[in-house]
Each structure stands twice: as structure tokens, then as C-alpha cells.
T-cell receptor, first 112, second 110 residues
Framework: AAGVIQSPRHLIKEKRETATLKCYPI?????VYWYQQGPGQDPQFLIS???????DKGSIPDRFSAQQFSDYHSELNMSSLELGDSALYFC???????????FGPGTRLTVT | RKEVEQDPGPFNVPEGATVAFNCTYS??????FFWYRQDCRKEPKLLMS???SGNEDGRFTAQLNRASQYISLLIRDSKLSDSATYLC???????????FGKGTSLLVTP
């Protein structure tokens, strides 16, 4: 079965640079969630979209923004990167009336 | 205080043992409960949804106790391949996004 696709899988950036992470949900899933997982931490919710509208907001810094496009893929834009932004960034998707979330393989962001 | 609390372990058990994890949550209005398995540096994989009536999938059994606000996961006949971190997840107050516990580490030894 098709899974959530994330790109890139690995990304190295310098402080103050920008980064864009992409997420392609499971086909026919209309909800996308972004989570950040720091070393030794549990995943922390950043933001979610349902039918291309922001549906919930968690601990997402003001330097980050995200959107969901007409084909349901989502992009997380990160600016003025800081060393503390180094983490695994997971995208998860769920279908209508199905609250189970399926995670993509993640993007490992390293900020130097 | 975290919304979802778990004993971090580690739990070290021999093959074939039965092991149980508990997780408590603070939002009494929560509606969705899940157990995820996470291997090192990989994505969380959905193990089970947890329903009020409890549910079982092979060697895995999950239970929900709403009155005491905890969920549990029981693993019977542990396999070496069960070694992983088990994350408890509960929906946030504001919607369907998840709050996770810090995870319980399980190591199954020969």
C-alpha cells in the first residue's frame, strides 16, 4: 500500500538559511499533520491542514509556515534557521472520518 | 506537566515473556487513543488504536480505562523483533492532532 512520502530525507543547512520540506499524503487522505522530534524527545505537533485549510496549530515557531495545496501535498517552510531546529520532521496523514495517522519516513534536518 | 505520561523504562525482558505498558492522560475529553511503535531514528508506526471496549491484534492487547484516564498495552510471547520504543498518543484538546508520551523502551533478550 502507498505510504506517506517526504522529501528530502536529509537536509543540511547553515544558521539563518531557509528550508522547505515536502509531504505527499497517502492517496485519498485529506488531512496532513507536521511533527517535530528532537533528539531523545517525543514528536511535538506543529501544524495541521484539512482540505487545504489550517485546522490546528501547535508549537510552531513564527519563523515557520506551512500550507496544503490542491493536490493535498503540504510544504513546511522554515526561515532564519537556528541550531535548535535540528530535528526529525515527520508528516502524517489521515483520511476522512479515520483519525488514525500514518507517518512518513521523516526529514532529518541538521542546522550547522 | 505533560498531557500524556509514560514510564520510560527501559523494560528488559526475555523472549517469550509478557510485558505491559501503561500510559496516563490528563484531558478527560480525549476521544482518540493510539499506540505507536518507533524504532531508532525511524518514523512512528501505528500499532493499534485503542477503543473503549479494548482490542486485540495477535499478541498485542490494548485497553482503555476512561475513569482512571489511562491506556495500556500488553505484549504476550515477546519476540526479539518487539524491541523498540512504544509511544502512547492521545488527541489534543483542540482537535485530532496527537500529544505523545515520551515513550517506553523495550528490549527483548534471547
Amino acid at each position: 500500500a502507498a505510504g506517506v512520502i517526504q522529501s528530502p530525507r536529509h537536509l543540511i543547512k547553515e544558521k539563518r538559511e531557509t528550508a522547505t520540506l515536502k509531504c505527499y499524503p497517502i492517496p485519498r487522505h485529506d488531512t496532513v499533520y507536521w511533527y517535530q522530534q528532537g533528539p531523545g524527545q517525543d514528536p511535538q505537533f506543529l501544524i495541521s491542514f484539512y482540505e487545504k485549510m489550517q485546522s490546528d496549530k501547535g508549537s510552531i515557531p513564527d519563523r515557520f509556515s506551512a500550507q496544503q495545496f490542491s493536490d493535498y501535498h503540504s510544504e513546511l517552510n522554515m526561515s532564519s534557521l537556528e541550531l535548535g531546529d535540528s530535528a526529525l520532521y515527520f508528516c502524517a496523514s489521515s483520511g476522512d472520518r479515520d483519525y488514525e495517522q500514518y507517518f512518513g519516513p521523516g526529514t532529518r534536518l541538521t542546522v550547522t | 506537566r505533560k498531557e500524556v505520561e509514560q514510564d520510560p523504562g527501559p523494560f528488559n525482558v526475555p523472549e517469550g515473556a509478557t510485558v505491559a505498558f501503561n500510559c496516563t492522560y490528563s484531558n478527560s475529553a480525549s476521544q482518540s487513543f493510539f499506540w505507536y511503535r518507533q524504532d531508532c531514528r525511524k518514523e512512528p508506526k501505528l500499532l493499534m488504536s485503542v477503543y473503549s471496549s479494548g482490542n486485540e491484534d495477535g499478541r498485542f492487547t490494548a485497553q482503555l480505562n476512561r475513569a482512571s484516564q489511562y491506556i495500556s498495552l500488553l505484549i504476550r510471547d515477546s519476540k526479539l523483533s518487539d524491541s523498540a520504543t512504544y509511544l502512547c498518543a492521545v488527541n489534543r484538546r483542540s482537535g485530532y492532532a496527537l500529544n505523545f508520551g515520551k515513550g517506553t523502551s523495550l528490549l527483548v533478550t534471547p
